[in-house]
């Protein structure tokens, strides 16, 4: 089963209060799941990537063998694809685990898009930033 996702992740301030949203769709574009989390206090960069871990592990959780991924984040984007190295000592778990999650897939893909395409996962996590809890 194919999913694909949208995600995305913000703190106002940098560090700051974050959060992180994201839905997923079927191949038909149908959509399978909404998700939203506060997180607490931490870098917009982090609660990208965990935006992603979210999303990437409701997949599993779902039966999907191929998920898309779609970020608004360039940076997560480049590293995750291998064209940027992970300097920063706080993101490299964050790529490790998504680089040891993604081994649980049969094919699975990360795309950069504009802001103005992630407006669903954005509000999401905005949601959470407003709800600021669990």
């Keep these: 089963m194919k999913l694909i996702s949208f995600t995305d992740g913000g703190a106002r301030g940098n560090p700051g209060p974050a ?3 994201g839905v997923l769709y079927n191949d038909q574009k149908v959509l399978v799941e909404k998700l939203s ?7 917009n960069n982090q609660a990208e990537y965990r935006a992603l871990i979210m999303a990437v592990e409701k997949a599993k959780d779902l039966g999907a063998d191929e998920l898309e991924c779609f970020l ?12 940027y190295k992970v300097k920063n000592q706080e993101l ?3 790529f490790l685990k998504i ?10 893909t990360f795309h950069h898009i504009p802001r103005e395409k992630n ?3 954005d509000a999401l996590a905005n949601e959470a930033m407003d709800r600021m809890k669990d």
């Design 19 to 21: 959060g992180v949203g």
């Design 37 to 43: 989390r506060y997180l607490g206090e931490t870098t």
């Design 72 to 83: 608004d984040s360039e940076l997560v984007v480049k590293q995750l694809n291998r064209e």
């Design 92 to 94: 490299a778990p964050l």
């Design 99 to 108: 680089h040891n999650l993604s081994l649980g897939f049969k094919k699975i």
């Design 119 to 121: 407006k669903e996962a």
